[in-house]
């Protein structure tokens, strides 16, 4: 995983271990245009574009994710910005030092606002899974260096399953990395076997250290949800990682948010971020997770991914895998075997449909009209016979005497 740059001290360059999160000056639109700055807090009246490019409010009529854990395994969340009033955030562990309820670099505290932030006066933003609790677990040190080299995959493993073990329904992990740690992937399995579907960033090119197709980790494991990162027109963007892990898709850039401890910012204007991206899968997981609580992880999964918006029912890419999620059609879809897409859990591979040769065996039958066929023959030869012997007789006739 690439390391996670510290926050400037005025403006709040955030970058994920999954994809940067850049910010800059609000758009004309939103209520003041200053750079967010860390200690001066500031709500956006916008309402967050990927909102109603997911059609959260007719989604919301069927869910919101009351009574949904969602873990955001991260740098922690501010519990300080009023997006998390009491009873929002639910325990919370550091593996790294500092505090799970302390966010130092932003980035946790973005994720979480795009999953469950609850509304605040003068601010736009709220979550996806708007009645969804979080659960804080922080694997990425405040006080991390760039030349520190990785975060701990072993910190990662660790969050995991205690968030499993915390009784999380979803886990949010926008963090990736190119080894597949047998830790890791056990934390996955562990995490599954207890009820919750892991939801992860399929990675993102900007902040690799290796910018190559290929699969990320946790997002890999066949378990996991892994996301890319679609732009406005809700196309992948080339700053996502492509490969055979990627599942789904998700709106990534000009993300409106919640900021530190400080209100709202947007982030990722630059270029799409996957980070962001899995949070609202994670989200749309937590409204899923609330409306067929018992279905279990698997799933939910196949849910999410069958109900996904692409060009071809039947297969998937890729670069944006089954497609691009669909809350509403996630939470009203009936599924079974013969839905194109994605296989259910348990479901018989599907034939393949491969052209025969096989023989036909045809019996002999009488044709009825072979009296008729015949007759007309007769009369056929005996016209041409009548004809020749006409014009021989002609012939005859006009033949010279001697």
Same mark, same amino acid.
């Given at each position: 995983?690439?390391?996670? *740059?510290? $926050?400037?001290? =005025?403006? @709040? !360059?955030?970058? +994920?271990?999954?994809? #940067?999160?850049?910010?800059?000056?609000?758009? &004309?639109?939103?209520?003041?245009?200053?750079?967010?700055?860390?200690?001066?807090?500031?709500?956006?009246?916008?309402? *967050?574009? $990927?909102?109603? =490019?997911? @059609? !959260?409010?007719? +989604?919301?009529?069927? #869910?919101?994710?009351?009574?949904v854990?969602? &873990?955001?395994?991260?740098?922690?969340?501010?519990?300080?910005?009023?997006?998390?009033?009491?009873?929002?955030l639910?325990?919370?562990?550091?593996?790294?030092? @500092?505090?799970?309820?302390?966010?130092?670099?932003?980035?946790?505290?973005?994720?979480?606002?795009?999953?469950?932030?609850?509304?605040?006066?003068?601010?736009?933003?709220?979550?996806?899974a708007?009645?969804?609790?979080?659960l804080?677990?922080?694997?990425?040190?405040?006080?991390?260096?760039?030349?520190?080299?990785?975060?701990?995959?072993?910190?990662?493993?660790?969050?995991?399953?205690?968030?499993?073990?915390?009784?999380?329904?979803?886990?949010?992990?926008?963090?990736?990395?190119?080894?597949?740690?047998?830790?890791?992937?056990?934390?996955?399995?562990?995490?599954?076997?207890?009820?919750?579907?892991?939801?992860?960033?399929?990675?993102?090119?900007?902040?690799?250290?290796?910018?190559?197709?290929?699969?990320?980790?946790?997002?890999?494991?066949?378990?996991?949800?892994?996301?890319?990162?679609?732009?406005?027109?809700?196309?992948?963007?080339?700053?996502?990682?492509?490969?055979?892990?990627?599942?789904?898709?998700?709106?990534?850039?000009?993300?409106?948010?919640?900021?530190?401890?400080?209100?709202?910012?947007?982030?990722?204007?630059?270029?799409?971020s996957?980070?962001?991206?899995?949070?609202?899968?994670?989200?749309?997981?937590?409204?899923?997770?609330?409306?067929?609580?018992?279905?279990?992880?698997a799933?939910?999964?196949?849910?999410l991914?069958?109900?996904?918006?692409?060009?071809?029912r039947?297969?998937?890419?890729?670069?944006?895998g089954?497609g691009?999620?669909?809350?509403?059609?996630?939470?009203?879809?009936?599924?079974?075997?013969?839905?194109?897409?994605?296989?259910?859990?348990?479901?018989?591979?599907?034939?393949?449909?491969?052209?025969?040769?096989e023989?036909?065996?045809?019996?002999?039958?009488?044709?009825?009209?072979?009296?008729?066929?015949?007759?007309?023959?007769?009369?056929?030869?005996?016209?041409?016979?009548?004809?020749?012997?006409?014009?021989?007789?002609?012939?005859?006739?006009?033949?010279?005497?001697?």
């Amino acid at each position: 995983m690439s390391p996670l *740059p510290r $926050a400037g001290r =005025r403006t @709040g !360059a955030v970058a +994920a271990l999954a994809a #940067a999160a850049v910010v800059v000056p609000l758009p &004309a639109s939103a209520a003041a245009p200053e750079a967010c700055v860390e200690g001066t807090t500031r709500y956006v009246a916008d309402t *967050p574009s $990927a909102l109603t =490019r997911l @059609g !959260a409010n007719r +989604a919301w009529q069927l #869910a919101t994710g009351r009574g949904v854990v969602v &873990a955001v395994v991260d740098s922690g969340v501010a519990e300080r910005n009023r997006h998390f009033p009491d009873g929002v955030l639910v325990g919370g562990r550091s593996f790294v030092g @500092g505090s799970a309820r302390s966010d130092e670099r932003t980035h946790g505290t973005a994720v979480a606002g795009i999953v469950a932030a609850r509304p605040v006066d003068g601010s736009g933003v709220v979550g996806l899974a708007r009645g969804a609790r979080v659960l804080p677990v922080k694997v990425v040190p405040d006080d991390q260096r760039e030349e520190d080299g990785e975060v701990g995959v072993a910190a990662l493993a660790r969050g995991i399953r205690y968030a499993a073990e915390e009784g999380a329904d979803v886990i949010n992990v926008s963090l990736s990395t190119t080894t597949d740690d047998p830790r890791l992937r056990s934390a996955v399995r562990f995490a599954t076997g207890r009820g919750a579907l892991v939801v992860a960033s399929a990675g993102n090119r900007r902040t690799a250290e290796d910018p190559t197709d290929g699969p990320r980790y946790p997002a890999a494991y066949p378990e996991a949800v892994a996301v890319a990162a679609a732009g406005p027109d809700d196309r992948v963007t080339e700053d996502s990682v492509h490969g055979e892990h990627v599942d789904l898709t998700a709106p990534g850039r000009d993300v409106l948010t919640s900021w530190g401890a400080w209100g709202d910012c947007y982030l990722s204007q630059e270029g799409a971020s996957t980070s962001y991206a899995t949070a609202y899968v994670s989200a749309a997981a937590a409204l899923v997770a609330e409306r067929f609580h018992a279905d279990g992880p698997a799933r939910w999964k196949h849910r999410l991914e069958a109900t996904a918006a692409r060009d071809r029912r039947d297969a998937r890419d890729d670069r944006a895998g089954w497609g691009l999620v669909q809350p509403v059609e996630a939470l009203t879809a009936v599924l079974d075997d013969s839905v194109a897409g994605p296989l259910a859990p348990g479901a018989a591979p599907r034939p393949s449909a491969t052209p025969g040769s096989e023989r036909l065996a045809i019996a002999p039958v009488a044709d009825p009209l072979v009296g008729d066929r015949q007759q007309v023959v007769w009369v056929a030869v005996a016209s041409v016979g009548a004809v020749l012997g006409l014009a021989l007789v002609r012939l005859l006739r006009r033949r010279p005497t001697g």
